[in-house]
């Protein structure tokens, strides 16, 4: 599938260019979206001419917004602390510029999850985007998924957008769209037939994956009318007032052994653990309102930095970006902050030990050293990318360029840093919304043809080789796995399923491991070649036997 459209930007605007300038939307359909005025829609702006005097493009107010597919992610939402209380309020926040759309004579029409932002300071805010492809008074619609599409309407209208909404919302609220999961009457691909026979995932004999949400994260209000219009087949505006909200905390404990795992409980918090790291053989675990470093508890009320050690006396060193000016901020448990400060537009990156910061094009490697007892921070390396077509993921940049896919990959050996800037052809087809990488594997949630799909990668000692490993149809977009470092890697699907495969690229030996001891709700992660992992309030370790 070959990119339609290549997208650049400078300072406060972006620029969507062509690639056939035959796909330019009429120039009058620019001038009736003017009328959404609002600042979360970002539409059309300026025409863009080529030297021919040929419409190319156009312009429009640049957003530094998170995909909305990301919050879908229950390992997201408790690694960013976004309650549902939170959700609910971007949910409404949704509604109401919904609503502002269709007041001023509009339709969304295509309205699935991909056309939508969230601002990062709170996730509450949506901006709206693929504006071009709406239904003015004078242009129809140029755009629909049908994973999004109302099977009873004859044409579009305001009901039809509210349909698509209900599913965007459901899975905001739970995580999977109403119509996945299975159901013994239908095959998992049976996902239309099922939205026009009104069978989801409130359906008594649906069952949904093991990481998807509980109903009661759906508000009481909201409940009725999508159970009313994905069971029952009504069609009626959302309420105006969500209802009761009350979130039913599973408390289930995790067997300790079973006849193919075995877990032991390392250590129980007074907080649910919102991030556990292990670094030169130090626990660091974050919840709410403390930051736990092995058995010392610091009081640190919604610190969301990370955390990296001097090399002697592995003092622990808080790392910040500040809000009020951007500067990356490296200080100890004191509060005493080191001399070197550089400007960052991300949170700051911690991997093996090592500070990558991100600002204009520049991707920064910084070491600490000590001196006299006391940390220094220092500059290793600088790498230049490219500042407005790049994404930062967990330990990972994905770049696209007119539509070719780079991977950009921060690593060391012998002490030293690198970093590896990798061509992958194979993922210009996908738009890719998530990542991880650790210890030479990748993993990417791409979205092609409306469907989520899990994408592997694995490379070789100086990342120049590799090889890519595709889960089609996944029905929940989620990346949950550690790659130890004695070159065994450990995933956990959606279907509370474990995998356990090699991290070097050329070997196929891939072994499932389906158990009831294993739940969907648990976090992997690592210490050196030890499989740990922690859900609600207790860290285990996990082990194959």
Sequence with gaps: MAARAGFTSQGNLAYKIYLDPARMIPEAKIAELARLDRPNIICPRDVLLDKQNTAIGFSMNRVDGLELCRLFNTV???????????????????QETTQFIHDRGFLVVDGNELNYLVDQQDYSLPYFIDVNSYQTPAFPASAINVLFQ????????????????????CKLFVGIHPFRGSHPNYKKRDV???????????????????????????????????????????????????????????????????GNVAFKLLRKYDQDILRHKA????????????????????????????VVFSPKSAMPLLLN????????????????????????????????????????????????????????ASVANVWKIMPKSSMLFDGLIYQTVLGKSYLVIPYQEANKGYCAMQRIPELDDYKIVDGKHENHVCMLIGVKDGLYHRLILRFDARYQQYDLRVVEDIEYPQINFVSLENGIAVSLDEHATIEVFSNAPGTSKVKQIDDPAVRGDMLLSKDGANVLCYSGKKLYSLKMV
């Design 76 to 94: 997201f939402l408790r690694s960013n602390n976004i309650t549902p209380e939170l959700l609910l309020k971007l949910v409404e926040n949704m």
């Design 150 to 169: 109302d099977p009873q309407a004859k044409h579009f209208s305001r009901l039809s957008d509210w349909y698509s909404f209900g599913i965007v919302i």
């Design 192 to 258: 239309l037939q099922r939205m026009k026979d009104h069978v989801s995932i409130f359906n008594a004999e649906s069952s949904v994956p093991a990481a998807a949400r509980d109903f009661s994260y759906i508000p009481s209000a909201y409940y009725d009318w999508l159970v009313n219009m994905f069971e029952k087949g009504e069609r009626v505006p959302p309420p105006h007032v969500a209802g009761l909200l009350k979130v039913v905390q599973v408390t289930a404990e995790f067997v300790q052994s079973s």
């Design 279 to 306: 670094v030169h053989g130090k626990h660091i675990v974050l919840t709410k309102e403390a930051l736990h470093i092995d058995h010392d508890c610091h009081r640190l009320r919604q610190f969301s930095g990370e």
């Design 321 to 376: 970006r500040r809000e009020k000016d951007g500067i990356l901020e490296i200080s100890e448990m004191g509060g005493t902050v080191l001399d070197l400060q550089l400007k960052t537009e991300r949170p700051p990156m911690a991997l093996n030990n090592r500070i990558y910061s991100f600002y204009q094009g520049d991707l920064t490697e910084i070491v600490i050293h000590e001196m006299n007892g006391r940390p220094i």
